[in-house]
């Protein structure tokens, strides 16, 4: 990666296992190089040797130096070592870790971008931390972008009084050369649903169709890639309801494409939570899709921005298992179905969801943040925005 500007990719701990999206995204860049700043960290994915930083360790002094960052910005050893770095601007992911950034940003005197991904938008407020609603307007004023990562998703925030001006769609793409099927491996008839084991996730939904399915193709299997609080729940229906299914765990990137490449439909059936929360987008159905792999699930959230219906794969109304289930069969019973299926996603994910493609287009937002802040401009106007750097569709 060859790269002339330095920038802080932020999040309070970095980085959980689900979270290669964020890597994923910013080592993609060509002419911004990545920093990796974090209040503590998290077993979960390595990152890149000498480009990162956490402000704490655990324990009690840990916490009294997060709350301190958190309320007061960096310590000055810390904005001296950040500055000797010459950041141009700070990109935070999920909304809360950006207010949390805020001071940051303001005493390095560059410009805050935020991503918003899911949760820190669809949640009921309700359920969120007085703290951070309190912040949450601040963060509206503050910040110079907010990229969502769906339509859906913009929509979401605009309705919470996210500024339009500021607010923008960006799709983060996937590393089309990692996610590319091999037509050597042999499909199996597996169903493999991908995701945390978590309400939002639907995967209950997905064994109450597996029951049926089975009935009618004993030898269709569901593989559950994945940890999470439901894990035991879950496990106990299928044991009561299956007769072929693995519980595989949280499994490392390199494994879920390995089942992507030989499973036959992929499904997680994601819904929208007593919390409010729904699926933001879904990067996982494209990572599917790439692998040649035909989608069902529900209707719910961004989740048709990211496939095709009736082209790439299937969405039928949210918690209709039957309906889940009948689409499966359709995939798992006619071949000539899913292979049309299969070409359409693998053309569409490579038309329009190209990580190369959509790094070119952050980068363009990265400039045209960084003259904003410069010269102090009003922000683009978001649907000028789409009109003028964007290529992919958002009418999916």
């Not at 990109?91 to 971008?113: E, S, T, Y």
């Not at 899709?289 to 109304?317: C, D, H, K, R, Y």
Request: with cysteine; hydrophobic share 40%; proline share 6%.
């Amino acid at each position: 990666m060859s790269s002339n500007k330095t920038y802080i990719v932020y999040r309070d701990e970095l980085l959980g296992t689900s979270e290669t999206f964020i890597p994923a995204q910013a080592e993609s860049l060509n002419h911004f190089s990545p920093f990796y700043l974090g209040l503590r960290q998290i077993p979960g994915l390595p990152l890149p040797p000498g480009r990162f930083h956490f402000i704490t360790r655990d324990g009690l002094v840990g916490r009294v130096k997060r709350a301190r960052f958190m309320f007061l910005g960096p310590e000055m050893a810390h904005q001296r070592k950040l500055s000797d770095l010459r950041p141009v601007l700070v990109h935070a992911h999920f909304a809360p870790d950006a207010c949390n950034a805020l001071l940051l940003a303001r005493k390095l005197q560059i410009p805050l971008v935020a991503s918003l991904h899911g949760y820190d938008i669809t949640a009921k407020d309700e359920l969120q931390s007085s703290l951070y609603l309190w912040r949450r307007e601040k963060l509206k004023v503050q910040a110079s972008r907010f990229l969502c990562v769906s339509t859906f998703i913009r929509n979401q925030a605009l309705a919470k009084g996210f500024p339009s001006e500021k607010t923008v769609v960006h799709y983060t793409g996937i590393d089309l050369d990692l996610f590319r099927s091999d037509a050597c491996v042999a499909r199996a008839p597996v169903v493999l649903f991908v995701g945390r084991l978590v309400p939002v996730k639907g995967c209950e939904y997905l064994i109450r169709a597996m029951a049926d399915i089975q009935h009618f193709v004993p030898d269709a299997k569901l593989v559950v890639i994945g940890d999470g609080h439901l894990r035991d729940k879950l496990e106990r229906q299928a044991a009561q309801s299956l007769n072929n299914y693995s519980f595989l765990g949280a499994q490392p990137p390199a494994l879920v494409r390995k089942w992507m490449n030989q499973a036959t439909v992929f499904c997680t059936p994601s819904v929208t939570a007593e919390s409010g929360q729904r699926e933001a987008f879904g990067m996982v159905f494209l990572e599917a899709q790439a692998m040649g792999l035909p989608v069902v699930s529900f209707a719910s959230g961004g989740i048709p921005e990211a496939v095709a219906n009736g082209q790439t794969g299937f969405l039928v109304p949210e918690g209709d298992w039957r309906a889940l289930g009948e689409k499966i069969l359709l995939f798992l019973r006619d071949g000539h179905l899913w292979n049309k299926f299969s070409k359409a996603g693998e053309s569409r994910v490579r038309r329009q969801f190209d990580n190369r493609k959509q790094a070119k287009v952050l980068e363009v937002i990265y400039e045209h943040v960084i003259d904003e802040y410069r010269t102090a401009q009003i922000p683009l106007n978001p649907r000028a925005c789409e009109m003028a750097l964007w290529s992919t569709p958002h009418d999916l």
